[in-house]
């Protein structure tokens, strides 16, 4: 089990969740699977609803656990495809990807005009 983060950007969730808690839908194929008004669900040992970012309790820290069925396009429990999922979402504190490749293609970008310049 891995934290991805889910396509919406604001929830970091484990990977074998079937639903994200921010958003409703389905890591894997993204289908809406919880209307909004069932995104923060209670806690099953205390009752405070889950956090909607990492989807769990504040108060007593349980993991949000649900009796879902796998979606249709077989996330959780098709182990290719949640490989797939936590290759492509994978999440690490302190990890700011975007910024590093933005990053590297500007670097990438101004070495590339100092070696035509230069080739002149």
């Given at each position: 089990?891995?934290?991805?983060?889910?396509?919406?950007?604001?929830?970091?969730?484990?990977?074998?969740?079937?639903?994200?808690?921010?958003?409703?839908?389905?890591?894997?194929?993204g289908?809406?699977?919880?209307?909004?008004?069932?995104?923060?669900?209670?806690?099953?040992?205390?009752?405070?609803?889950?956090?909607?970012?990492?989807?769990?309790?504040?108060?007593?820290?349980a993991?949000?656990?649900?009796?879902?069925?796998?979606?249709s396009?077989?996330?959780?429990?098709?182990?290719?495809?949640?490989?797939?999922?936590?290759?492509?979402?994978?999440?690490?504190?302190?990890?700011s990807?975007?910024?590093?490749?933005?990053?590297?293609?500007?670097?990438?970008?101004?070495?590339?005009?100092?070696?035509?310049?230069?080739?002149?």
């Amino acid at each position: 089990m891995a934290s991805i983060r889910c396509e919406d950007g604001r929830s970091v969730i484990e990977s074998t969740l079937p639903v994200c808690l921010g958003c409703g839908r389905c890591p894997g194929c993204g289908v809406v699977r919880l209307a909004s008004d069932q995104l923060a669900p209670e806690c099953a040992v205390c009752g405070v609803p889950h956090c909607i970012g990492c989807g769990r309790c504040h108060k007593c820290g349980a993991a949000f656990e649900t009796e879902m069925a796998a979606c249709s396009c077989g996330h959780p429990n098709d182990p290719e495809k949640l490989r797939s999922i936590e290759r492509a979402f994978a999440f690490s504190p302190g990890r700011s990807g975007c910024f590093a490749i933005a990053g590297a293609a500007v670097v990438l970008f101004l070495a590339t005009i100092d070696l035509i310049e230069s080739c002149w």
